[in-house]
T-cell receptor, first 112, second 116 residues
Framework: QQQVKQSPQSLIVQKGGIPIINCAYE??????FPWYQQFPGKGPALLIA?????SEKKEGRFTISFNKSAKQFSLHIMDSQPGDSATYFC???????????FGQGTTLQVKP | DTGVSQDPRHKITKRGQNVTFRCDPI?????LYWYRQTLGQGPEFLTY????????KSRLLSDRFSAERPKGSFSTLEIQRTEQGDSAMYLC??????????????FGEGSWLTVV
């Protein structure tokens, strides 16, 4: 019940494309859903996060779509750039502990 | 705000040796987390502190692992009698207490451990 399942494992798009990464969770107590970006040899960096009281959140080129009834959420990257090539992790936590449960990660490659 | 700082960034040790990692959280953050990440996997929760109190430990944290946060500031993670399976990146993160300024958790750059 603590798992967060992420797909796809890897993704290749052309520059300007819109990669979409999906995550699903089981624990209905989760109330905070962040996405992290990680470059090789670096720690994860927060990209964008959403709470279950909204269905969509946009920050720059990054959008989270959230479907509470399906217990799914996804990350869309608009007008993707080669600099977006990285590993992306979804995560979930409860407000009480703040402990993040991460998905398995998606390696994105944006071709010039 | 200098971010979460971890030291050392890289450590190579022989099997059976003890190692210690240090984490300095963002000042004023009262929560501090330790995670472990292996190649190709997402970070896995190990333990967390609120101020100096260790509130939760994962089952991943065997008896050979111990974490402390004296005085609620920096934290140390010690691994005794290291095994090759301990080779991973150890990530530290910090945040305000959940509910205060949101749940935003900031990660450090990690400490890479290689056990040979």
């Amino acid at each position: 019940q603590q798992q967060v399942k992420q797909s796809p494992q890897s993704l290749i798009v052309q520059k300007g494309g819109i990669p979409i990464i999906n995550c699903a969770y089981e624990n209905t107590a989760f109330d905070y859903f962040p996405w992290y970006q990680q470059f090789p040899g670096k720690g994860p960096a927060l990209l964008i996060a959403i709470r279950p009281d909204v269905s969509e959140k946009k920050e720059g080129r990054f959008t989270i779509s959230f479907n509470k009834s399906a217990k799914q959420f996804s990350l869309h990257i608009m007008d993707s750039q080669p600099g977006d090539s990285a590993t992306y992790f979804c995560a979930a936590s409860t407000t009480n502990t703040g402990k993040l449960i991460f998905g398995q990660g998606t390696t994105l490659q944006v071709k010039p | 705000d200098t971010g979460v700082s971890q030291d050392p960034r890289h450590k190579i040790t022989k099997r059976g040796q003890n190692v210690t990692f240090r984490c300095d959280p963002i000042s004023e953050h009262n929560r501090l987390y330790w995670y472990r990440q292996t190649l190709g996997q997402g970070p896995e929760f190990l333990t967390y502190f609120q101020n100096e109190a260790q509130l939760e430990k994962s089952r991943l944290l065997s008896d050979r692992f111990s974490a402390e946060r004296p005085k609620g500031s920096f934290s140390t993670l010690e691994i005794q009698r290291t095994e090759q399976g301990d080779s991973a990146m150890y990530l530290c993160a910090s945040s305000f207490k959940a509910g205060e300024s949101g749940n935003t958790i900031y990660f450090g750059e990690g400490s890479w451990l290689t056990v040979v």
